[in-house]
């Protein structure tokens, strides 16, 4: 009964901000590591952020723009992106990775996030 469900995408201009949001529930969520994942059409998925405790990672490309944060009491993580491109458009999925179990991991269903003009 794990469950993974993001929220907060949509379509939006070039230069506007998003807040994406994943409320986990069935999971120890302190005990994970979460991250924020991408792929748009006809490219392979990549890492966007992740957080692990209270250390960060993000792709080179999105760490001025992409904040990851997460609040242990709500089971949730956050994706602030700024000045968003049409280059971001993709579907960003949430996962969950056990701290110490290396093949416990788990996958959302992925938001649609469009920029456009």
């Known amino acids: 009964q794990v469950q993974l469900v993001e929220s907060g995408g949509g379509l939006v201009q070039p230069g506007e901000s998003l807040r994406l949001s994943c409320a986990a529930s069935?999971?120890?969520?302190?005990?994970?590591?979460m991250g924020w994942y991408r792929q748009a059409p006809g490219k392979q998925r990549e890492l966007a952020a992740s957080?692990?405790?209270?250390?960060?990672n993000y792709a080179d490309s999105l760490k001025d723009r992409f904040t990851i944060s997460r609040d242990n009491a709500k089971n949730t993580v956050y994706l602030q992106m700024n000045s968003l491109k049409p280059e971001d458009t993709a579907v960003y999925y949430c996962?969950?990775?056990?701290?110490?179990?290396?093949?416990?991991?788990?996958w959302g269903r992925g938001t649609q996030v469009t920029v456009s003009s």
């Open positions: 957080i692990r405790g209270t250390t960060t």
């Open positions: 996962s969950a990775h056990h701290l110490g179990l290396p093949n416990v991991n788990y």
């Open positions: 069935g999971i120890i969520f302190p005990r994970y590591e």
